[in-house]
């Protein structure tokens, strides 16, 4: 990390009032191909240390005429001015203009976020210097390097035939192997990035480029040294010994030793092409399906929910149950840092009385058929507040069953396969699935249906200040007892889109507006080729006068769209309606369609009867356990009518879920 100028005002002008982010903590991308940690190292002393601090800041507060980053915090308290800087900074946006091309960018775009550590310390060096009449230059934000690159790559206009060289792996050969890289002509994305970063330094909201186009030399070749480096690390990690004893008291022994293609079941390359990094989604399947295999399960107890509904969670009262905890936590820290060895599984032996139905009164609820959790500590209810949880269409539906917080952490960066993001509060219950603040992603919007189409990755995402209190009211094994939810996004598959175009002879090529309501591939065909021709972009050739009918289907799905066109001889004006665009249509998800052409009906073949539960449908007899995470299907909401709105951009498969922490 390099330390970059942020001041703080103390009685008198103070921290660069012209900047929303001048002084930045930036996050370089590491030049080792050792994958990096996902969590802070945790123990209960830091956690104790930590409580102790915060109730000794408790009361303090900033000074008045207090500024930071511009913004007021006078007489307000670390965590509060902490708060008051965030939203501000929610607002910062960035325009970038390359050539003929601009995008906005937000904050969130590069991970820029605030350390409510560096307040705290603030505090105290005011505290500590009273009659300070100065600048002090604390570390305040941090923003990921890697976002900056991501979004150069993808930025519009921009084109290059090079390609990097890069590491996949290879089945058959049961072993990582390099790709050659492709040299090129194109744009060189380094000046925008550099550009990006020293905007993002001065707090600009402005940055205009010109480039012109040249050969593109790839950055990483097969042969170059980080890549040489790069493939014997990750070899090294496929030969690893890792074998794993599991011997209840109660139970048969077994010994399994993970082969070549499990532990490269649980690695996946980053999109630098070169550094290899656990895969926290399968890490988590792999230990759920050993507590499954090797666990020893005796008599269960049931679970009265908040509304008052008697479930048989299959919490086990007797038995021995593997420490899911000490299996994910050894594998993890293995795969991260090649070490060998056998290890003897933890077991934890419940006894009679160990478990009652409430738990004693404190353990975190979840439904995942309201999209609610309650927080409860000695009988008492501390938290309730509505959630999102892992997106159902996408494959990540958050297990259900009876689980424990694992760990707790605060201020961390959460890293999966596809996603870096950074969270005030994080509280681990299965693997890396756990209960973590979302604000700076959901902006707000929790509940209801969100989370069948644009869920999370497997967390629980709740506001910022549901998080804190539940944080400040759970240990290191309380409870969490999650149930309901749908198991399917159970509205069919369907196709929206333009039913009808009226075009000319000699009229130029132009794209269908079909989108599937989910994510899925869709196929084109055209009833007659001597009149129109369609690719599998959709984009439509005009060949000669008729009608033709383009029949637009989707995957595996029994569901289509008919399309018909009608071509009228060149110089005779078809019907009075709009022209179809000659641009790509956005695919978006939702059947958030538009429509560039001549509109004269739009289709969604979705039915309207889909009903969205108001309250929680869970049976009484909805079971569900640690090892099995599968429930019972609900209605989920109705389809959304295709907009009319045009647009220019190119067809592309529906974007994924907003971007959701894992560890």
Known sequence: M??????????????????????????????????EPELTDYTEESEEEELEDDEEDEYALFPSGTTILGIDVSNLT???????????????????????????????????????????GILTELKDNPNLIAEIEPELLVYDEDSIIAACDEFPGITSTAKNAYMKYDKSAQKFVAVAEEPGYGIDTQPIIDAIKESIEKGEKEVSLTIEPSEVIPKITKDCDKMTSSLKR???????????????????KHTDKLSVADIASLLY????????????????????????????????VGFTTTGGQSLNMNAIATGELV??????????????????????????IVRPGDVSGNYDGNYVEVNLTQQHAWCYKNGKLVCSTDIVSGCVSQGHRTPTGVFKIRAKARNTYLIGPTWKSYVSYWMPFNGGIGLHDADRWRHGKYGGTIYLRNGSHGCVNMPLSAAKTMYNNVSKGTHVIVYGGSGSASSPQSISGTTKYNVNVGDAPFYLDAVPRYTATLSFSSSNTSVVKVNNAGQVTIVGEGTATITVKCGEDNCKLVVTINVYPQGVAPPTEAAPTTDPVAVTTDAAATTGADITGA?????????????????????????????????????????????????????????????
């Open 2 to 35: 390099k330390r970059l100028t942020s001041a703080v005002s103390v009685l008198l002008i103070a921290v660069m009032l012209s900047s929303v982010l001048t002084g930045c903590n930036k996050v370089q991308p590491t030049e080792t191909t050792a994958p």
């Open 323 to 348: 420490d899911t905890d000490d299996l994910y936590d050894d594998l993890k820290n293995r795969l991260t840092n090649g070490i060998s060895g056998t290890h003897t599984v933890k077991y934890y």
């Open 269 to 300: 390359v980053k999109k630098d092409g070169v550094t290899v990094a656990v895969d926290t989604d399968e890490l988590d399947k792999y230990c759920a399906k050993k507590a499954s295999q090797r666990g020893v399960f005796g008599q269960s």
């Open 234 to 252: 990750a070899n090294a990690l496929l030969g690893l010994n890792i074998t794993y004893v599991f011997n209840p008291t109660t139970g048969s």
């Open 78 to 120: 670390a965590s509060n001015a902490y708060l008051r800087v965030t939203n501000y900074l929610s607002d910062y946006t960035l325009n970038v203009t390359v050539n003929d091309n601009s995008k906005e960018y937000t904050s969130e775009d590069f991970a820029v976020t605030l350390s409510v550590d560096s307040f705290a």
């Open 603 to 663: 289709a969604d073949t979705t039915p309207a009867s889909d009903t969205t539960p108001a309250a929680d449908t869970t049976s009484a007899s909805d079971t569900t356990s640690a090892a099995d995470t599968t429930s019972a299907a609900d209605p989920t909401a109705p389809p959304t009518d295709p907009p009319t709105n045009p647009t220019t951009e190119p067809p592309t498969e529906p974007p994924a879920p907003d971007p959701e922490p894992e560890t």
